[in-house]
């Protein structure tokens, strides 16, 4: 059975103290939650230079945890500005956001790079949370599911079976990121189908079945719960709504009750 996860992407977003009090006003939160009991964890993926100390501040709490959002698929050397996954794990940090299409539009992260950035993840013990999604364009002239499974075919290459289980997938259809336009939650079923079909014929249908399927894309309190319960969504990645505890908290709550 896929776990269930709320995570918040925080991108560039967030000065020091705001960042501080955020991680704990979300973790306040999720103490009185009883996450364990409803099998649902929370991920917060903050700016780099927040991880450390915002990893100090969940440690105590094995439901929530903290990601980054990027990370290099070299081991280290001369690269400067970059950020290798073993520098992330060491500060405590669980997961990393791989291929957010952010990346994949302004920074030149391509399926190749994603598939040796996730290879390099899974390596050094991080969960990639490895995000695929569809351009409007694409989703006009129906050829999203196209688009989809060769990211998630070249994304995943090379992956093994026992390593797969380790990787979290999300579909954010680039149209619905930011634009505070949501995919129909008949939309994103029918994508998160496809691509649990497509991790069955790649992998095996147990493993699909265990593989957590996120959606993102404008999820809000008053879109979630229809979203969410869907038969194939394990849960959100959440931008725009993750930057205040009172709806981020909130789609925890919902969370926690309709993720099936
Ligand atoms: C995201 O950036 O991953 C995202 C889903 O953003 P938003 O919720 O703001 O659309």
Not at 55 to 64: A, G, V
Not at 70 to 87: H, K, L, R, V, Y
Not at 169 to 189: F, L
Not at 251 to 259: A, D, P, S, T
């Amino acid at each position: 059975m896929a776990k269930k996860i709320i995570a918040g992407n925080w991108k560039m977003n967030m000065e020091h103290a705001e960042a501080i009090l955020l991680v704990k006003e979300v973790a306040d939160f999720c103490k009185g939650q009883d996450l364990h009991l409803h099998d649902t964890e929370v991920i917060i993926a903050p700016p780099a230079i927040y991880l450390q100390e915002a990893s100090k501040i969940t440690s105590e709490n094995r439901r929530l945890s903290i990601a980054a959002q990027n990370c290099s698929e070299q081991d280290g050397g001369a690269f400067t500005g970059e950020i290798s996954a073993t520098m992330v794990k060491n500060v405590g940090v669980e997961a990393v956001i791989l291929g957010h299409s952010e990346r994949r539009q302004f920074f030149g992260d391509t399926n190749e790079l994603v598939n040796l950035k996730v290879k390099k993840a899974i390596e050094k013990g991080l969960v990639p949370i490895f995000c695929v999604g569809e351009m409007l364009e694409d989703r006009k002239n129906g050829k999203f599911k196209e688009v989809v499974a060769e990211q998630i075919n070249e994304g995943l290459k090379g992956i093994h079976r026992t390593e797969i289980q380790q990787v979290v997938v999300a579909y954010e259809p680039v149209w619905a990121i930011g634009t505070g336009e949501t995919a129909s939650p008949e939309q994103a079923q029918e994508m998160h189908g496809f691509i649990r079909n497509l991790l069955a014929k790649n992998f095996n249908s147990a493993i699909a079945m265990d593989i957590s399927i996120l959606y993102g894309g404008s999820v809000k309190p008053d879109n979630a719960r229809e979203l969410f319960g869907q038969p194939d969504v394990d849960g959100g990645l959440i931008g725009g709504a993750s930057l205040k505890a009172e709806s981020f908290n909130e789609l925890i709550r919902i969370g926690k009750e309709v993720l099936r």
